[in-house]
């Protein structure tokens, strides 16, 4: 018999061996155990989550000889649909037939009734590579197919689907499988494949996964075929070109120093041991990003990445000011990696830049209190054309700038005043949905938005404010990206500061800041970096295609 992959071998044969996903699993055992079946379900998440997998079981617990909602494995159909040749469970891989005459094919056959079950399971992968013709050629029938029939769409790319089509299905979103849940899925497999591995290998496969159970155990495969049965953490360090944690620190250390020939000397060490530099940079912003949590709060029990003793190291070296300038061109190389046909170059250039940062940043923090924030681009992110000229307040300095005529002592904050910050960091959120942002994208005003990017530095006059100080400091980590008449969207590297800036409970505070700057009351939402290249991503995907919102049939009103 020839091999078979593991993660095929040990693909969930029941609702209980499935890793991950408790609450969907739930949802679908009690639809079954109520017999509520859905006529189509859409599955969407990251790859490698269990959506195929689940579509198989939902299948077998249809057509089980047992009832609906069993899954015996022993039973005729059962068997068949594991093994995929069940004449009943259709499973089409959308991109290879994408077109509409696949889909006038699938329909003409979906009239007639099952031959062995007693419904008729039709599971398409990969369904957002269809054509927009194919779609339209299967609304009818996924709207109102016959009794007998089910279908169940799967996708990591739901954003590419008709709005049509996610309105007739039940959606199911996979998240990403927990590190402890992956834990438990190679442990069991190690076990019964007679495997030993070390804790640290172990973890640094659960990390490689990044929350995929197919991809973790692919992975295992892989390096069980290069170590035997005995796998150490450094047999998958030299497998894939990874750097150990010692490695990491020691170049941050090297950085630190300003120590050119060495820093020079590693990346060209780097480069003859095939380290993959795009993940080496990944994780430098991870130890770097645990470093500023723990010097801001002393608590080891928020570092998600490293360990108390190497945020520990790097906060010794590194002030929160010089954390900060890393992280940022650190974030800046990594976006760049995504065009650049030579990373080795872009990589060394910015060892290059961090080195003359770090070794700059304590005269330019001594100079001016504020240098230390991430200086914001004058480019306009977006090619929208303004909606109509930027309307200036009156006397804006005025309203900004605060005259010191009392020595700058007194309009520093206490410490009790810290204590009673007004800035909420938890409670209800807004939350705007992608479409409203694209809207928003196409109708920015990019004159008033680059004029409002010249103002922004005025923060820095309020930021000792008693009152308005805490809102300001916030508004300022952020950039502001979109601008219309009665909104503001910023854009921040960090994820808790764009948190906060999203908490209800916080936005009269900052929608009374900007008024300041804009002469007018707006609604103030936040994005983080993931969003945000999401956001782009989308735009360019709608640009190239040519289907981008009319900017004549968007209302330019309150988002909240």
């Given at each position: 018999m020839s091999y078979l992959a593991l993660y095929r071998k040990?693909?969930?044969k029941n609702f209980e061996e499935l890793v991950g996903q408790d609450a969907i699993k739930t949802t679908l055992m009690n639809a079954l155990q109520l017999q509520k079946i859905s006529h189509a379900y859409l599955f969407s998440g990251p790859r490698g989550t269990g959506k195929t997998s689940v579509a198989r079981l939902f299948a077998k617990a249809l057509n089980c000889d047992e009832g609906i909602g069993h899954i015996c494995n022993e039973c005729g159909n059962c068997r068949e649909i594991s093994e995929g040749s069940h004449p009943d469970v259709i499973e089409i891989d959308a991109a290879s037939n994408s077109g509409v005459d696949e889909v006038r094919n699938l329909i003409e056959k979906v009239k007639y009734a099952p031959i062995k079950g007693r419904y008729k399971v039709y599971i398409i992968d990969e369904v957002h590579m269809m054509t927009n013709s194919a779609f339209n050629a299967l609304l009818k029938t996924l709207e109102e197919p016959p009794a007998y029939v089910v279908f169940i769409l799967c996708t990591t790319e739901p954003y590419k689907l008709l709005p049509t089509i996610l309105s007739r299905c039940q959606r199911y979103d996979f998240k990403k499988i927990s590190d402890n849940d992956l834990k438990k899925l190679l442990t069991r497999v190690l076990n019964e494949e007679h495997v030993?591995?070390?804790e640290t290998a172990l973890n640094l496969i659960v990390e490689l996964a990044n929350g995929g159970a197919r991809d973790s155990l692919s992975l295992l495969d892989q390096i069980i075929s290069f170590s035997g049965n005995k796998i150490e953490e450094s047999d998958i360090i030299k497998m894939f070109g990874l750097t150990t944690r010692a490695e990491k620190i020691d170049l941050l250390s090297q950085l630190k120093?300003?120590?050119?020939?060495?820093?020079?000397?590693?990346y060209e060490e780097y480069l003859n041991r095939n380290i993959d530099l795009s993940r080496l940079v990944n994780e430098l912003l991870d130890l770097l990003k645990d470093a500023l949590v723990y010097s801001k709060t002393r608590n080891i029990n928020l570092i998600t990445s490293s360990n108390y003793e190497d945020a520990k190291?790097?906060?010794?070296?590194?002030?929160?000011?010089?954390?900060?300038?890393?992280?940022?061109?650190?974030l800046s190389c990594q976006n760049e990696f995504k065009t650049t046909s030579n990373p080795g170059f872009l990589f060394e250039v910015y060892l290059l830049k961090i080195m003359k940062a770090l070794n700059g940043v304590q005269q330019e923090i001594a100079q001016q209190p504020f240098a230390h924030q991430k200086p914001i681009s004058q480019a306009p992110l977006f090619t929208s054309e303004p909606v109509k000229p930027i309307e200036k307040p009156a006397e804006p300095q005025q309203k900004v700038v605060i005259q010191q005529e009392k020595p700058v002592e007194?309009?520093?904050?206490?410490?009790?005043?810290l204590d009673l910050s007004p800035i909420a960091v938890e409670g209800d959120s807004y939350e705007?949905?992608?479409?409203?942002?694209?809207?928003?994208?196409?109708i920015s005003n990019k004159q008033e938005r680059a004029s409002l990017i010249e103002r922004w530095p005025q923060l820095a006059n309020l930021i000792n404010d008693p009152t308005d100080g805490p809102y300001a400091a916030l508004l300022s980590q952020g950039k502001p990206l979109i601008v219309t008449n009665a909104n503001l969207v910023l854009v921040y590297d960090l994820k808790v500061p764009a948190t906060r800036a999203n908490i209800k409970e916080n936005q009269d505070g900052l929608a009374k800041i900007i008024k300041k700057l804009l002469g007018r009351k707006v609604c103030v939402y936040a994005l983080n970096r993931d969003n945000y290249t999401n956001l782009l991503k989308n735009y360019r995907n709608l640009d190239e295609v040519g289907k981008l919102p009319n900017k004549?049939?968007?209302?330019?009103?309150?988002?909240?």
């Open positions: 040990y693909r969930s030993t591995c070390s120093a300003n120590d050119t020939l060495k820093v020079i000397s590693k190291k790097i906060t010794l070296s590194y002030d929160d000011a010089e954390i900060e300038k890393t992280i940022d061109l650190l007194e309009f520093k904050i206490s410490s009790k005043s705007v949905d992608l479409q409203e942002l694209l809207n928003l994208t196409i004549k049939d968007i209302e330019d009103k309150k988002i909240f």
